[in-house]
């Protein structure tokens, strides 16, 4: 059919114009290929054009016509739930499974539409059954990997997933959801040599970077993680978290200005691709303050002890409390009389455990300080220290 043709090449006002032509000459022809017209006119108006109405009308038709037509039940259903009508939707899944009790598809449709609807043993059940009706259909074992997953049985997850590899060694996806499992637990080096093994197999497949990003930063290997950042940008430059990480990477290998650039390209991105809502649940505000913080010390005199500073402060947001204490040293030797960097130094030394340095500090900031409330803290910190 020449409308499928102009569909799949993405010409979708041509597939339009002749599915309609289609449908006007098709009086003379059976009731089952007059519904799987409509049907095919349900998929352009949804999937392509997004008109919902004009699709959910068209699959109705389809279904008037023949209402075991497989695909008008499960299209019908996938629009009802985009309009947000998910007891009908549910309805046309269980139809499914009524009129084909033996086809493996109905009941994995089922499967996950109770899957997104948090009915999660409901879910397992239908996957399992799949299984049992398919068991060559590896997407059917691998989503009720998810499905144990976000069941929180971890153990039978892993057992699903690791199967799974060993009977399709090229389903990449199993790695990388083993791995962020293995990541939850804390088990990193295991993460982290399972997603190697899958980028032998492919190193194009973004989603196995999203688990080197983690990997790598929890066990603080920025240099590594910088690069799988990078990589990940390359494949999908639409994820935020790609540069987010290679942003905090630059920051922690003390990189200033390349941070200030990765993180505007990632104000960038969420405004652009994810309608200014960060996709992680944080506020973006939190980015555009970080900018603004960078961009103040790219502007700053790189000699100065105000620079030194600031560069401490931001380590010590990181929690890189050794790094910040080699900036804020340098600002107090550059300016002996630099409260800030005193008190901001001897908090640093207090989280490291160097007792001496951060007393001599806090006694230095009593000194100095005229400031009523900052000499409480400190008072009480020498105090903590003196214990």
């Not at 652009?272 to 505000?285: L, R, W």
Request: with cysteine.
């Amino acid at each position: 059919m020449a409308a499928s043709i102009y569909y799949d090449s993405g010409q979708f006002e041509r597939a339009m114009v002749e599915i309609n032509y289609a449908i006007e000459n098709a009086v003379t022809m059976p009731a089952e290929v007059l519904s799987g017209l409509y049907s095919f006119r349900g998929l352009l108006q949804g999937k392509a054009l997004y008109n919902y109405e004009a699709a959910l009308a068209d699959y109705n038709t389809a279904l008037e016509l023949d209402s075991t037509n497989y695909k008008a039940l499960s299209n019908r259903a996938y629009v009802l739930t985009l309009m947000g009508r998910y007891e009908e939707a549910f309805a046309d899944c269980n139809t499914k499974v009524e009129i084909f009790p033996d086809t493996a598809d109905a009941y994995y449709d089922r499967a996950a539409f109770l899957m997104d609807a948090g009915y999660l043993e409901e879910a397992l059940s239908d996957y399992q059954i799949a299984i049992k009706l398919a068991p060559d259909n590896p997407q059917y074992l691998y989503d009720s990997g998810l499905c144990y997953t976000y069941m929180g049985n971890l153990d039978y997850a892993i057992q699903v997933f690791s199967n799974l590899i060993d009977e399709y060694p090229q389903y990449l996806d199993a790695y990388v959801d083993r791995a962020l499992i293995y990541i939850m637990r804390d088990e990193i080096e295991a993460a982290h040599e399972g997603l190697l093994q899958a980028l032998e197999i492919d190193d194009s497949y973004s989603r196995i970077y999203n688990g080197l990003i983690l990997t790598t930063a929890h066990m603080e290997q920025w240099a590594d993680a910088l690069e799988y950042s990078n990589r990940g940008m390359e494949l999908n430059p639409t994820d935020e978290n790609f540069y987010k990480v290679a942003g905090a990477a630059h920051m922690r290998l003390g990189d200033f200005d390349s941070a200030l650039y990765v993180f505007e390209r990632t104000y960038e991105v969420i405004m652009t691709f994810h309608n200014g809502i960060d996709p992680q649940g944080s506020p973006v505000q939190n980015i555009v303050d970080l900018i603004d913080e960078l961009r103040e010390i790219s502007e700053m005199d790189r000699n100065s002890s105000e620079y030194f500073y600031a560069r401490g402060y931001q380590y010590s947001e990181l929690d890189e409390f050794e790094k910040a204490t080699e900036e804020f040293s340098e600002a107090v030797r550059l300016d002996p009389d630099f409260e800030d960097a005193y008190y901001m130094r001897g908090l640093c030394c207090m989280r490291t455990g160097d007792t001496e340095q951060a007393m001599a500090d806090m006694e230095t900031v009593i000194g100095m300080t005229t400031i009523p409330s900052r000499k409480r803290i400190v008072e009480q910190n020498l105090l903590q220290l003196s214990d």
